[in-house]
Nanobody, 122 residues
């Protein structure tokens, strides 16, 4: 059973940056596709960025292209979401997920973290 723990959220001003971490135990993240999702109050959960482990293909939501990126540290069994040029509309609870994914849909992922809040405000 893979367990995921996110960290790194917080309050940041518009234009600022944050790096979210997703640390895994009970399994090796290198074998899983990774998705980062977010959910704002009153909105559906949306896929922000998803990376397939088997070919490295990455999906980006249009709203984050050029601003968000993903990286993996195999030694630490941790995945990161680097978020730059943050906007107030990026405010949401952010979740990492692991599984086998072709479409960056939440239903495809088997394991989820507990979430970390990101608030972008001046």
């Amino acid at each position: 059973q893979v367990q995921l723990v996110e960290s790194g959220g917080g309050l940041v001003q518009p234009g600022g940056s944050l790096r979210l971490s997703c640390a895994a135990s009970g399994g090796t993240l290198a074998y899983y596709d990774i998705g980062w999702f977010r959910q704002a109050p009153g909105k559906d959960r949306e896929g922000v960025l998803c990376e397939r482990s088997r070919d490295g293909r990455t999906y980006y939501a249009d709203s984050v292209k050029g601003r968000f990126s993903i990286s993996r540290d195999r030694a630490k069994n941790t995945v990161y979401l680097q978020m730059n040029s943050l906007k107030p509309e990026d405010t949401a609870e952010y979740y990492c997920a692991a599984g086998r994914s072709d479409y960056c849909d939440a239903y495809e992922y088997d394991y989820w973290g507990q979430g970390t809040q990101v608030t972008v405000s001046s």
